[in-house]
């Protein structure tokens, strides 16, 4: 297949003007019947891959995706674009399902989306259709290795055993190598050749905040930009909630969105989305799959998120037009603490405690953000990004010996028998109702850091917790105990290098005045 044709039925079919990296180096690769596997980031084009193919082949194009919403949408934006495409899946009818049946057996039907699950109605029909490509979406679904294995993938690998001549093209946003492998070997894919196209998004800043007053911080952050489109994804349906009538309490059309509420509701809420009516969202992260909107300009993590991997797509729905978009993360001690506890609770904890640790490293670093990230899906990169807020801003170290002998002494005077926000007061020398009902104002020393402010300490506290020189009792109602480590500071008096606390809002103000 010759370049100019890619590029006219790239122009007259989906309106492009040129292929985004590698889409046409995977095109090619099926066009010229390979196995194909290609990892590409949220947003960075996958579906292009195997719809363009398709209206080359003569037959049909299977396309197994997980998601039904997606398939609907999916489905829909190649009918606008004048391709026949259709969907089976267990959302419809039996009489809607045999309508399709009777078009694929006409071969009047170019693509259709089928879920795992539904395979089975299609095989009835293999003997009868001829059938140019398979595609398959999400094919990390496969591994049990990867991050979210689906037991109805799992018998996708008689297909090539069915249609042993017939290519398959895998495609996921998340692989990592050993889960590379193991897609291949279980789809029993021919010498496929492999494309990873770069995960770097460089149009989308990164930002992590503390999570002091993280409302009155989104309030500003939209005031700011208003009329653009942006998610803010939180960990719990209630707080979907509670902070979309925050931000409406403060002229912010803003709405929540999460798996709980009635469908109607969320696909009302999602097509508002869509259609710039609503331009913010409050959701839990079953909002954005199969959402494609390109002109979301920010998204806000409300809560830290449990791991990379979802961090990852989930800022990757900002920006998929190319242009400057904002992503700005919230880290809170007390997120870290909750989270911790679901993922000691739930399924495979080991694995999801170390991801968390991941995440929280990420949420730390004192070092170019968008480095760690493209590390952790494997691709190096030599220099810093410019566009994260280390890169603008870098952290300044200074001697911190002093603050930590006063906090790790505080919490030494405390008995290791209280949490966080209580060293803070102590420390500070609050006059609060709990202090003198415990009497710890007559304790030494009480208030040798009256000269910190609470937003400081907490900082600085938290600092110490990632040194490594005290730590959180998770299952003791989160007390702050010492390490080994402390000893060093309290008796040696070995140095601690502490960065400088972030003023974000003079910092703000700042940048407008210039
Ligand atoms: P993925 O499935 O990889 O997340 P999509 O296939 O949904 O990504 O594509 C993301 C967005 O990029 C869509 O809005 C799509 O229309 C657009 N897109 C894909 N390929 C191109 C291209 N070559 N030029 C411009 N936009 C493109
Ligand atoms: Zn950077």
Redesign the pocket.
């Known amino acids: 297949m010759t370049q100019e044709i890619l590029h006219a039925k790239?122009k007259e079919n989906f309106g492009?003007e040129?292929?985004?990296p590698n889409?046409e180096d995977i095109i090619n690769s099926i066009l010229s019947g390979q196995d194909t596997l290609a990892i590409?980031p949220?947003?960075?084009?996958?579906?292009?891959c195997f719809q363009l193919p398709a209206l080359l082949f003569p037959g049909i194009t299977i396309v197994i995706s997980p998601l039904i919403a997606l398939m609907k949408d999916q489905v829909d934006s190649l009918r606008a674009n004048g391709i026949e495409a259709c969907f089976i899946n267990s959302s419809q009818t039996e009489s809607e399902r045999n309508f399709y049946t009777e078009r694929l057996q006409s071969n009047t039907i170019k693509l259709v989306y089928v879920a795992p699950e539904s395979l089975s109605f299609l095989d009835n029909l293999f003997n009868t259709l001829t059938i140019s490509l398979i595609a398959i979406d999400e094919a990390h679904c496969i591994s049990s290795w990867g991050h979210d294995f689906r037991p109805a993938y799992t018998n996708l690998g008689y297909l090539k055993n069915r249609f042993p001549s017939t290519p398959i093209l895998a495609l996921t946003?998340t692989a990592d190598k050993a889960t590379r492998k193991d897609i291949s070997n279980q789809l029993n894919l021919k010498n496929p050749q492999l494309f990873v196209a770069s995960f770097d998004r460089k149009n989308l800043s990164l930002e992590v905040r503390p999570a002091l007053d993280r409302v009155q911080q989104i309030i500003e952050f939209i005031q700011d930009k208003p009329n653009e489109a942006g998610i803010i994804y939180c960990l719990s349906r209630k707080t979907t909630e509670e902070l979309a009538e925050k931000l409406q309490k403060n002229g912010i059309h803003a709405k929540a969105y999460h798996a709980g509420l009635d469908s109607s509701v969320r696909s009302k809420t999602q097509d508002e989305f869509i259609n710039d009516d609503c331009n913010i969202i409050c959701a839990t992260v079953a909002f954005g799959m199969g959402i494609?909107k390109?002109n979301v300009r920010w998204v806000i993590h409300y809560n830290l998120p449990k791991n990379i991997e979802g961090y990852y797509q989930e800022i990757g729905r900002a920006g998929?037009d190319g242009l400057p978009s904002e992503t700005v993360m919230f880290e809170s001690y007390g997120d870290v603490i909750q989270l911790q506890k679901f993922a000691s609770q739930g399924l495979n904890a080991e694995v999801q405690l170390a991801k968390l640790e991941r995440m929280k490293q990420y949420a730390d670093a004192l070092s170019c953000r968008r480095k760690i990230l493209l590390s952790y899906f494997g691709e190096l990169v030599s220099e810093n990004c410019g566009n994260c807020d280390i890169c603008k801003n870098p952290p300044l170290f200074f001697d911190g010996t002093v603050l930590a002998q006063k906090a790790l002494s505080a919490i030494v005077r405390l008995q290791e028998l209280e949490p966080l926000p209580v060293i803070i007061d102590f420390l500070r020398g609050s006059k609060n109702a709990y202090i003198f009902e415990k009497e710890y104002q007559n304790l030494k020393t009480y208030g040798v850091g009256s000269d910190q402010s609470w937003y400081d300490w907490n900082q600085y506290l938290i600092q110490l917790i990632n040194l490594g020189y005290c730590e959180i009792a998770f299952h003791k109602q989160n007390k702050i105990r010492l390490t080994t480590l402390a000893k060093k500071v309290l008796f040696d008096n070995e140095k601690v290098q502490l960065t400088a606390v972030q003023k974000i809002n003079v910092e703000k103000q700042e940048t407008k005045v210039s």
């Open positions: 790239l492009f040129k292929f985004r889409q590409m949220t947003g960075g084009g996958k579906s292009i946003a494609d390109s998929r």
